[in-house]
């Protein structure tokens, strides 16, 4: 079965990183050079996946038309003859279609999701949490999407976690089915260490049916933001099942400013003109 279109929620508050994210996008902000949202972007159309909606508030559109031509740009770059920095310019334009609605009120990220319902209709979807990036060699919804053809029902992606961290993250409780692959039984948002199934944690890739959608607009009027996405997902494992999908590779959290930081220290050292400036510079910090 295959997954054409993607939801990505980008119209929280962005709290942590206040005040830039006062007139700028949280998902706008940059890994090294490049926003946030275009790690889940190239993620999703290396995966074949042809449509993403972005989920927005007011005053964000920048983060769509970032992925539109931008032809001044293109045409100044054709010149001066920079032909690599053209095709890289019109690479990104033309990896996926994007389109985008509105979040009115921020009620939740399940709230969110529920936006882009129109956009989606009845077949199922991708939805990337921006804030997670994973570097990987093959895209990791693609091994979603497998896991998906393979048992249907809700998957989404899971990684170990050290024990301080599980009391701020949603955990599972696994049935391991082999190859990273696993039943979940149950899923606990936020849970005490002690009261923990498991430590392997939800991360920000999901694959889900239309069903979800239900889920989601069956909670009560005005208390839709209560209704988070692991519980419409959960309401719907009775009848359909959830699969997880362990992850491995390396994984940030970008929606803090250290985990941001560490995500660009990690992009600088991948690249030959940085990495031995880069690492001379964080010894003589570190040394001082
Ligand atoms: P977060 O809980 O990280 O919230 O949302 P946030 O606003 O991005 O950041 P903080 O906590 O205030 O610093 C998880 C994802 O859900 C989206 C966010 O944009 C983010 O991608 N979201 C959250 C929405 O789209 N709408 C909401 O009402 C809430």
Do not use: C
């Amino acid at each position: 079965m295959t997954v054409r279109k993607a939801i990505i929620p980008a119209a929280g508050f962005g709290t942590r990183f206040l005040p830039v994210t006062r007139t700028i996008p949280k998902v706008m902000l940059p890994v090294l050079n490049e926003p946030a949202i275009q790690f889940s972007v190239q993620e999703a159309a290396r995966a074949g996946i042809e449509r993403i909606v972005f989920v927005i508030s007011r005053g964000q559109e920048a983060t769509n038309d970032y992925f539109r031509p931008a032809p001044a740009l293109e045409s100044a770059l054709e010149t001066r003859g920079n032909t690599e920095l053209l095709n890289e310019q019109r690479g990104i334009s033309s990896m996926v279609r994007t389109s985008f609605v509105y979040q009115d009120e921020q009620l939740g990220l399940g709230h969110a999701v529920l936006m882009a319902r129109d956009e989606i209709g009845d077949e199922p979807f991708a939805v990337f949490l921006p804030d997670d990036i994973i570097w990987s060699d093959s895209p990791t919804i693609g091994a979603l999407i497998d896991v998906f053809s393979q048992h249907g029902g809700s998957v989404i992606a899971v990684r170990q976690v050290p024990d301080e961290a599980i009391p701020s993250l949603g955990v599972i409780d696994p049935e391991p089915l082999g190859d990273k692959v696993y039943r979940v039984k149950r899923m606990v948002e936020k849970p005490r260490l002690e009261d923990a199934p498991s430590n392997l944690a939800i991360v920000g890739r999901y694959v889900l049916t239309p069903q979800v959608f239900d889920a989601l607009e069956r909670a009560r009027p005005g208390a839709i933001g209560e209704i988070q996405l692991t519980d419409a997902i959960d309401a719907v494992r009775a009848e359909q099942g959830a699969y997880a999908y362990e992850i491995t590779d390396d994984h940030f959290d970008v929606g803090t400013p250290i985990g941001m930081l560490k995500a660009s220290i990690y992009a600088a050292m991948k690249r030959d003109d940085m990495a031995d400036e880069l690492k001379s510079w964080l010894k003589t910090m570190v040394n001082s």
